[in-house]
């Protein structure tokens, strides 16, 4: 009885350290020894919030953080997915639980030594699990297919985060400073003056890129923080279809009509067009102006602004025909705070 008993107890401590043991030269580790990965909103977050003005966390704003030994980012010591608090949603201070490697100890990895440190890297947003690691990037990617709400879509990868085991231990916390490594381009279309209606409601917005990959797989490098199109991708690589949850109403006054946001990756010097297509309520396809690509492409963390006049014609058998005219709008607009994209003051 005494011999079962003993292996029992055996079993039931292998079972609870199994999830985030290491070898952590100061000994087993204990519930204050738990760690958290942290970021502030309005300087690393990018999400544009609505009406409030404010920049805050939401509860689909998962990490994905890596561990590395030293300065040596060929190969991760531990990477985790890091889920936010429910205290953090809708706040500015984003706290984010491991969901396996719960301890500070778990980050270090076998062999430990107190003089060692130690390199930290995240991305978000990551919804299952983190993304393989392979000398230096993982590999994600931007769909094709969007709902308009491009803090789901986009990718923001932090700064490299160095620290001494010592702090680590001490502080049992990582602050991370996230930066946006996709574009993106906020759309505003207007009914123009000489429309049949006064307003028009849009319910998808399409653009295509015929020359550059603008969504697919993806890979980012974390030491250069850059994000560039992968060799081989699934599905299309040229098209961004934007369908809206709310369909948005438009009218020929530009002021009071909403952006309609698409995340791409960020393309090299190019030359060709962006092609649009737009869809109303009751499916009439709504025919827009093509504009000439940035002599220089699109950047990484590059907001780029553009507005496409509109002119919907009613026949006399009351089916809509719409035709289109060129605004010359340049890629450039202001707009409330909508975090740390930067506005590319790009004409073009």
């Excluded at 947003?125 to 969007?146: D, F, I, K, M, R």
């Excluded at 109403?249 to 946001?261: G, M, R, S, V």
């Excluded at 025919?287 to 509109?310: H, Q």
């Excluded at 340049?330 to 930067?342: E, L, M, Q």
Aim: aromatic share 10%; proline share 5%.
């Amino acid at each position: 009885m005494k011999k079962a008993l003993a292996v029992a107890l055996i079993g039931f401590v292998a079972i609870s350290c199994s999830k985030g043991e290491s070898s952590d030269p100061q000994g087993p580790a204990s519930e204050e020894d738990r760690i958290l990965f942290t970021a502030e909103a309005p300087s690393t977050r990018s999400y544009f919030p609505g009406t409030s003005g404010l920049m805050y966390w939401s509860a689909t704003d998962n990490l994905a953080a890596y561990a590395f030994k030293g300065t040596d980012t060929n190969s991760a010591i531990v990477s985790d997915l890091c889920e936010i608090t429910a205290e953090s949603v809708g706040t500015n201070e984003g706290k984010f639980m491991p969901k396996n490697f719960l301890f500070a100890s778990s980050w270090f990895g076998t062999d430990a030594q107190t003089s060692d440190t130690y390199s930290f890297y995240a991305y978000y947003p990551e919804s299952n699990a983190p993304a393989t690691y392979n000398s230096g990037a993982v590999l994600l990617s931007v769909p094709s297919a969007q709902t308009g709400e491009f803090g789901r879509h986009q990718i923001c990868s932090s700064a490299l985060v160095s620290m001494p085991y010592a702090d680590v231990h001490k502080k049992r916390y990582v602050r991370f400073a996230f930066s946006p490594v996709t574009s993106l381009i906020r759309v505003r279309l207007v009914l123009s003056a000489d429309s049949d209606v006064e307003e028009a409601t849009i319910k998808q917005l399409a653009l295509t890129a015929g020359g550059s990959n603008i969504c697919g797989n993806c890979t980012l490098n974390f030491p250069s923080n850059t994000l560039a199109a992968a060799t081989t991708s699934e599905g299309s690589t040229h098209m961004v279809n934007v369908s809206l949850s709310t369909p948005v109403t438009i009218t020929k006054k530009a002021e009071k009509n909403p952006y309609i946001d698409f995340v791409i990756l960020p393309t090299a010097e190019t030359s060709g067009t962006i092609k649009f297509v737009a869809y109303m309520q009751d499916g009439t396809k709504l025919t827009i102006a093509s504009k000439n690509v940035p002599a220089d492409g699109f950047k990484a963390g590059m907001r780029y602004f553009l507005d496409r006049e509109i002119a919907v014609k009613i026949d006399k058998d009351t089916t809509p025909d719409a035709s289109y005219i060129d605004g010359g709008f340049a890629w450039d607009g202001a707009v409330d705070n909508d975090g740390a994209y930067t506005d590319a003051n790009t004409a073009w």
